[in-house]
């Protein structure tokens, strides 16, 4: 514990205000669900201070005097980003309690020095599928269709529930390093038992995630029952139901669709990521099923035509851009400039193995970079204030958590990273801004908070072994390797 200091002056903090609360991929995804998946034995108990252990009420912490605080809010500082220069944050019972200049220490609050350091709102990684941390750079010379045959299809029914908890551990925890602390998992249709193992792997790593869960239609009563038990109770938890859209599965769809819409949770899909997903029709299917709308994320979305640009705008469709994974599987490059003169809400994805690690500073500079290369023009659509606003709040804004999380307005809970800018790879100072985007790394990320609770200090994870962490994940993919 850092001690307590006094305060050296009167506050002048920021006042709250109120806030707004061949085969295509699809077919290729649902057929994983018909094949029984090995059982194994429970995973190994967490560490304490992660996850469900770290109970009770959350420390009072006040961050002092950063060189710029980054609060994604206008209202609160300069400019899109709401930039505050040596300013301090506050959090206090897991929320953001207040915003600025010397402020006083409460009794008994931690009061950690972080001056000449860069504070910001934690990333939201609005697309991932953990699990496949067990096939890291795997079918490399592979397009997406190739990659799904040689590496994902043959991998997920080897895990069982001991091993899958190990692989989405390591890939929770690299997400969390990374600066990550939202995260929308696409879970592919496994038993309920795989699933325990799986949430629980989410909950200990101490991140706040949207479990979006995938099944077969043979199974479509484990969606509401894993909601139930498994979810609700975890206050970091939240669920939508994953889908596989396309005219010749369509009646599957409307009963996946009726289940989303009875649980009050959005519906998540995998939308024209490569070119040859035309033939499924995927657009008429989901409007056919009645899903487009605000509670709509389509992942991808890469081959839209004017007129379906035209729709996701007009229905308030949400879309989640994951450049890097796009760009390996030669996927193609989205139409972000024309959805964003639509206003259309667009966040940031590492999608799961073929991002092949947790870098939300990579994935920034490759949507700004694609989009450059592409129009020949450095200031196209995303900016770089736009792209850190994407991996914030506007990914935020994209599942209807901005009123919780994506900005460092009071009220909200306390999601934050602290990041130092004196290594060798981002000093010396000239665009901070500009910096994080483009010299930014994970390494940079010093402190990690997630509601109001520490989970990296010093640039190490607390109270997190990382070694066995990686040894048990080695285990694991030599059970998948031995599996055959």
């Known amino acids: 514990m850092i001690p307590t200091t006094p305060p050296t002056a009167a506050p002048t903090a920021v006042t709250p205000r109120s806030t707004i ?28 201070g992660t996850g469900t252990a770290a109970a ?43 915003v600025g200049r010397r402020l006083s220490a409460p009794p008994g609050a931690r009061v950690v020095d972080v001056a000449g350091m860069l504070v910001l709102p934690g990333f939201v990684d609005l697309h991932n599928h953990l699990w496949q941390s067990s096939i890291r750079g795997g079918c ?79 199974d479509l009563d484990l969606i509401p029952r894993v909601k139930k038990e498994l979810l609700d109770p975890l206050p970091l938890a939240s669920a939508q139901v994953s889908v596989h859209a396309g005219m010749p599965a369509v009646n599957q769809l409307r009963r996946f669709h009726e289940v989303a819409r009875d649980l009050g949770v959005m519906l998540n899909s995998h939308v024209l990521e490569h ?51 796009n760009m390996r599987l030669a996927s193609g490059i989205i139409r972000l400039p024309e959805l964003h003169r639509r206003g259309v809400k ?59 999380v994506g900005s460092l307005t009071p009220g909200k809970r306390a999601d934050v990273v602290v ?22 790394q994970p390494p940079n990320v010093s402190r990690v908070y997630v509601d109001g609770r520490v989970r990296k200090a010093r640039g190490e994870l607390v109270d997190v072994d990382t070694a066995e962490v990686v040894r048990e994940a080695e285990l694991a993919a030599a059970h998948v390797r031995e599996a055959g």
Not at 185 to 212: C, K, M, N
Not at 349 to 371: C, E, R
């Open 140 to 218: 490399a010379t592979q397009d997406l269709y190739g990659w799904l045959g040689g590496c994902n299809r043959v991998t997920l029914p080897k895990i069982g529930p001991k091993d899958m908890y190990r692989f989405v551990r390591l890939a929770a925890l690299d997400a969390l390093q990374a600066g990550v602390t939202t995260l929308v998992d696409w879970v592919h249709p496994i038993p309920f038992a795989t699933s325990e193992q799986y949430i629980r792997a989410l909950d200990h790593s101490g991140l706040r995630f949207v479990y979006a869960m995938a099944q077969g239609i043979e």
């Open 56 to 98: 009770g009420r959350a420390p009072t912490t006040l961050l002092r005097g950063a060189e710029l605080v980054l609060t994604m809010d206008p209202a609160l500082g300069e400019g899109d980003l709401g930039l505050l220069e040596r300013a301090d944050v506050l959090m206090r019972d897991g929320k953001i309690a207040a």
């Open 346 to 404: 667009a966040g940031l994805g590492h999608d799961g193995g073929t991002n092949d690690t947790s870098d939300m500073f990579n994935v920034m500079k490759a949507a700004v970079g694609l989009q450059r290369a592409l129009h020949q023009d450095a200031e196209v659509h995303p900016t770089i204030p736009a792209v850190l606003r994407m991996a914030t709040l506007g990914g935020a804004e994209c599942v209807h958590l901005a009123d919780q």
């Open 419 to 440: 990041l130092d800018p004196g290594t060798l790879n981002f000093a010396p100072r000239f665009d901070w801004v500009s910096q994080i985007v483009l010299n930014g």
């Open 21 to 48: 609360p061949a085969p295509s991929r699809r077919t290729l995804l649902a057929g994983i669900g018909s094949v029984p998946l090995a059982m194994g034995a429970t995973a190994a108990a967490p560490r304490p």
């Open 275 to 325: 070119r040859d997903d035309r033939a499924q029709d995927p657009i008429r299917s989901l409007r056919t099923v009645g899903a487009f709308g605000p509670d709509l994320l389509m992942n991808h979305a890469i081959h839209l035509t004017d007129e379906e640009l035209d729709l996701v705008a007009g229905h308030d469709v949400r879309v989640a851009h994951c450049p890097l994974s």
